[in-house]
């Protein structure tokens, strides 16, 4: 007898590169930027790929299946690109530079579509005022825009991030 929910983790499994794929294209800026209108994209892409996962199967056991395929191939990509960088350089996205030296690079802000108001909204949470104040301006790998003041005095963090290295906390 084969396994009868074989067909859920598959298309579980599909679904899910689908949708980090889908992610990939549309870019990093838009996950840690979400409007009334992005929540509601995501409530229903969330429903309308439910079926393709579970298919004719409306059970409960099919629906933690489906939630538990989903769970462990997102362990195991993150334990991959960790652990191979092809695999981390192919899925994830890199650090990008908006400001440097106050100059800005307008070829990567009009590649990631950060408009100047978002860029002078990230400058005023980091408590600078002028574009020739910021030394460096990185769009991180999270969405969110990370500013280094010229003043070294000024510096400051807005966002706090936990750390993902353990033996760095032992340290401590």
Do not use: W
Request: net charge positive; glycine share 4%.
């Amino acid at each position: 007898m084969t396994f009868p929910y074989l067909d859920i983790v598959l298309r579980s499994i599909a679904v899910y590169f689908f949708m980090t794929i889908a992610l990939r294209i549309f870019g990093k800026k838009e996950l840690s930027q979400l409007n009334t209108a992005d929540v509601i994209l995501i409530l229903l892409i969330s429903n309308s790929v439910q079926n393709a996962m579970v298919g004719p199967d409306t059970s409960l056991t099919g629906g933690l299946i489906a939630a538990l395929v989903l769970f462990v191939i997102n362990y195991i990509i993150k334990k991959l690109t960790h652990r191979y960088k092809v695999i981390g350089d192919l899925l994830l996205d890199k650090p990008q530079i908006l400001i440097h030296d106050g100059k800005l690079d307008f070829k990567a802000l009009s590649k990631l579509d950060i408009s100047d108001e978002e860029l002078k909204e990230a400058m005023r949470e980091h408590g600078i005022e002028f574009f020739k104040n910021v030394k460096l301006a990185m769009l991180e790998i999270d969405g969110t825009i990370s500013i280094i003041s010229e003043d070294q005095q000024k510096l400051k963090q807005t966002h706090y991030k936990r750390r993902h290295n353990r033996k760095n906390l032992q340290k401590f």
